[in-house]
């Protein structure tokens, strides 16, 4: 571990893409490079957060992005709590807010909150800075906003792959194609952040419920949309699927799963349309034959499926260190 | 950490607080002392109960108090098992007695238990001292009978303000207010011995169906009971406030919510009435406007409700301490 | 601990005693011993799978069971992620193998999988082999089929009891009576194997229902059924009950549980028609008062219950170190 690289880490949550810049993204790839070597060998574990509290509030369920949070924490060393929701004493009446306190006075450093409601977790940051307990928030999905971690996974998977001399602008170049619900994608639209400041063109492609005109004017010249899979995929040099919400059909924003698979499904023949090299990418966890045909998914020369989810651990233990090590 | 002040704990269980003598108090003041300090240092661990198995059996749920017993084992470096009633197999069919069984035969060496039921830990108290087999429990609450790490938590959060050279009947010439559910509350229940035996004059107030007036036989001169919030306030160096449980106006022992807060609420007016420098305690969670306004909750001037959370881990980790290690 | 016992283990996966070999259990049996010890000193803990990760996917809910895993996984220094069937993303539509894949691509070593359906940790393990990744699966109970560290467990404990010079065919001579719910029991499955090939002739009861004719022909002269309960336990050395889930009644395969007690419940009077030694065993939790009576569970000159649940915690060590280092 070089701790050069981390002296210039000044954020103290990690709530949101919008203001990344280029060179915290530089510093969090490198960073998670050096967490995947330590990854690699025998002993898996650094000291780095000993005695540190993390404390994963999960008001909206998900075990696999919870588990890896966990695993990243125990890795730096960290003590953990878990709270779920249905669990909780939020039934009883309490605030959020006062959930988030009390998990503070007991001792944790570090709170990690996944919320269905947007901006839950910058209210909390703000009232953690107003009581300067030196406490870190770790949004890990909040609604249809943001999950930072999950495209910091996605890029750095990009980053392994390509393996730049640099990191600096090293998606320069790449096309890259997002399909799918991108309206109620918080993985979407923190990806659109760090691709493109990383130096990617990336098409979107959706049908019009779930992809309004108004997005072209989100990032101006390095993004294109488009109501079309085809046009998204040719000469792509990565296609990032979504996770379909089921709750859309019943919005009537969709028809069904079968159409929408016809239309907008990342199939042999549409990869056919991509760069040679394409590689697919997906959150998970897929609805097989939905967003992906099954046997693309279980493809290693085109799925990265699998390397996402080993990424999330470098770079989970790599946001952890830096907002846990900086002052 | 000095192992003087523990040499004379012969406590084997944390049962209840009506046995407890001011003896104990002091030492358990001292002791939670300590492992304050040790919170404080960067490295917040200790050995104590080190390959120790520390099982919370959570018949009742309650997520703050089962992470507060969590991090205080861990803290003390012990190993900790989950159970939650909901998935267990009580449904299958075992006693609760089978199960706290079945868990000191996999290695469980203290058990914390909470259980909607009063006397539940006592009885697997005494089943486990009649099998010699060393073992210590832990009553996190039973039904509306006592909740002993709570009550001491208050006390050591009160003993940590006024900073007194020695623990010694510290509450002496204090007058403390109890305000709320009285009858059904094991958080008041616990208090009323430990408050006093410390030398504090205990004030309940609460409507008289939470407020038997038998209740003014329980402890002699050192409580007085009040029918209205007023006399009781008048003075007060400390304002202990109680979770209402809502089911109360199901039972109908409450008319409602509003007109319990316009009765009993605690309020800046009816604060004034108090000791210039009093301070209000919650055993949390609170119902924001409810038992207390939610103006006063946030004031650090007079809410310890933040305070007494961290007290938590220390008490509980004192009290782990001196159980776990005693022979 | 001794290494060279363990130098013959070539099995990865731990999914059905059927192709358990007695050198095998012999292997087994002695580091099971050697853990045994382990956890008889005051630091309970060896670094044997330190910076592994076990991760217990508990598709079907067991609290005891889950507990006694990770409480092994913690005594060999592994990290343990837990993953309910309830909270997960299956209600999502990924396949419980996508499910599988994640946690080992989040860095899980071995995988320790209960769930109702036979058959699935054999689909996860072959997967496995197939991506040559070096994971291990580990049975926990799959559906009636098998349940094969319950029944090493079983076999450990007998071990104990008696003590023999050699753990060859230690069983030989032995009588073993298991009664209850032979059709539907995994635990029972499992157990056939184990015992007979340790050199015990068994002994089956069971109403016509719950144990069909063919059972018979099932391991040839070792196995003896019968539809009466005296028979199996006259001169029984041991008698294994079974648990007998409640959904049978309304399956009609049984008239009520007051009847099956009556018929094949072990009671103080059966129990005279065995060995004057005779012990009796039940895989917990136990129904009270059907399949034995109240009084015989708590004689600790009958019953084995307890120490089978502390085997447990040695077995489950001792098979995931053999799995957990065997290259």
Redesign the interface.
């Known amino acids: 571990m070089t701790t050069t690289t981390t002296s210039s880490w000044t954020k103290r949550h990690i709530l949101s893409l919008e203001t990344f810049t280029a060179e915290e993204y530089e510093t969090l790839l490198e960073t998670a490079d050096s967490f995947r070597e330590v ?1 690699s060998r ?4 650094v000291p780095a957060l ?2 540190q ?1 993390v ?1 994963n509030l999960f008001f909206e ?4 992005t919870r ?2 949070f ?2 990243a924490a ?2 730096l060393s960290a ?1 953990t ?1 878990n ?2 929701g ?4 939020l039934t ?4 959020i807010l ?2 988030a ?3 503070v ?3 944790a450093n570090i709170l990690v909150i996944r919320h269905r409601q947007a901006g839950v977790p910058h209210t909390i940051a703000a009232e953690m800075d107003r009581l300067e307990g030196n406490v870190s928030v770790f949004n890990a999905g909040d609604g249809q906003h943001e999950h930072p971690s999950q495209a910091l996974l996605d890029l750095f998977t990009l980053y392994q792959l390509l393996s730049p001399s640099s990191p600096h602008q090293f998606l320069q170049g790449k096309k890259i194609a997002i399909v799918g619900d991108i309206l109620h994608s918080r993985v979407a639209r923190s990806n659109l952040y760090s691709l493109t400041t990383m130096g990617a063109t990336v098409h979107l492609a959706a049908p019009p419920t779930l992809l309004p005109r108004e997005f072209q004017e989100f990032l101006g010249e390095k993004l294109v949309c488009h109501w079309q899979v085809e046009p998204a995929l040719t000469d792509a040099d990565f296609i990032m699927t979504l ?1 379909l919400q ?1 709750e859309r059909m019943s919005e009537h924003l969709l028809p069904s799963l079968r159409e929408y698979h016809q239309q907008f499904g990342i199939t042999r023949d549409r990869v056919l349309l991509a760069h040679p090299h394409v590689k697919i990418l997906h959150p ?5 034959g ?1 967003e992906i045909s099954s046997d693309l998914m279980d493809d290693p020369e085109l799925s990265l499926i ?5 990424s ?2 470098a770079v989970r233990m790599a946001l952890l260190y830096l907002i846990g090590t900086s002052d």
Chains 1, 2, 3 share one sequence.
């Open positions: 990854l025998r002993t898996k574990k000993q005695a509290v404390a369920p998900s075990t696999r588990s890896s966990e695993l125990k890795r003590d709590l709270f779920a249905s669990s909780s004493s009883k009446g309490e605030t006062d959930t306190k009390t998990y006075a007991m001792g996770r089921k998970g966890p897929v609805n097989r939905v699998s390397q996402q989810v080993t999330g651990v």
